[in-house]
């Protein structure tokens, strides 16, 4: 079974980097398959970041593209995020998941507040 | 990008109602690329299904997906008291991939 955990500081202040990591288990991230983010603001719905392949190929929203990185330690199976100059509308639960273009495995979820 | 509207926004139902859910694109969602998720509070989501019918791996079969173009529905034959939840649909025909603002469904 696939399983996804997020992990990372739940507050962050405004203008700073947000980073988070998603540890990967019951499968080798290197065996394939993009891995991705998504976020979900309070109240809102829910807004794909961005995601990676095991070789490091990415592909981002072209909404946050300027702010993310995505990054893939396959040593580690896990791979993370950042995203710079965080104001409060950063403000979410930062998922992360297996990206066969739908979403078939995803972690819990991790709230990450930006306020000072 | 494709905008996804989901209605209503709210359904209020019995366990053992019939629910129908409704997404619809901006734009022609290419193949058929739309899935499905509900997320429950506190939960990961969870795919219900892909290529706008297909279910996923253990989904009951009382989850139902049809449509195309830019009209899709979520149908649930007969609602379970553990089917009470939000659902998601979202599009991956044309990045980025993008999600609707969910339908919750409600115990009435």
């Known amino acids: 079974q696939v399983q996804l955990q997020e992990s990372g500081p739940g507050l962050v202040k405004p203008s700073e980097t947000l980073s988070l990591t998603c540890a990967v288990s019951?499968?080798?991230?290197?065996?394939?398959?993009?891995w991705g983010w998504i976020r979900q603001p309070p109240g809102k719905g829910l807004e794909w970041i961005g995601s990676i392949y095991h070789s490091g190929s990415t592909y981002y929203n072209p909404s946050l593209k300027s702010r993310v990185t995505i990054s893939v330690d396959t040593s580690k199976n896990q791979f993370s995020l950042k995203l710079s100059s965080v104001t409060a509308a950063d403000t979410a639960v930062y998922c992360c998941a297996r990206d066969v273009s739908y979403f078939d495995y995803w972690g819990q979820g991790t709230l990450v507040t930006v306020s000072s | 990008e494709i905008v996804l509207t989901q209605s209503p926004g709210t359904l209020s139902l019995s366990p053992g109602e019939r629910a129908t859910l409704s997404c619809r694109a901006s734009?022609?969602?290419?193949?058929?690329?739309l899935a499905w998720y509900q997320k429950k509070t506190g939960q990961a989501p969870r795919l219900l299904i892909y290529?706008?019918?297909s279910r996923a791996t253990g989904i009951p079969d009382r989850f139902s997906g049809s449509g195309s173009g830019t009209d899709f529905t979520l149908t649930i034959s007969r609602l379970e008291p553990e089917d009470f939840a939000v659902y998601y649909c979202?599009?991956?025909?044309?990045?980025?991939?993008?999600f609707g603002q969910g339908t919750k469904v409600e115990i009435k």
């Open positions: 734009q022609s969602v290419s193949s058929s690329y």
């Open positions: 019951g499968y080798s991230i290197s065996s394939g398959y993009y």
């Open positions: 290529g706008a019918s």
């Open positions: 979202q599009q991956y025909g044309s990045s980025p991939w993008t």
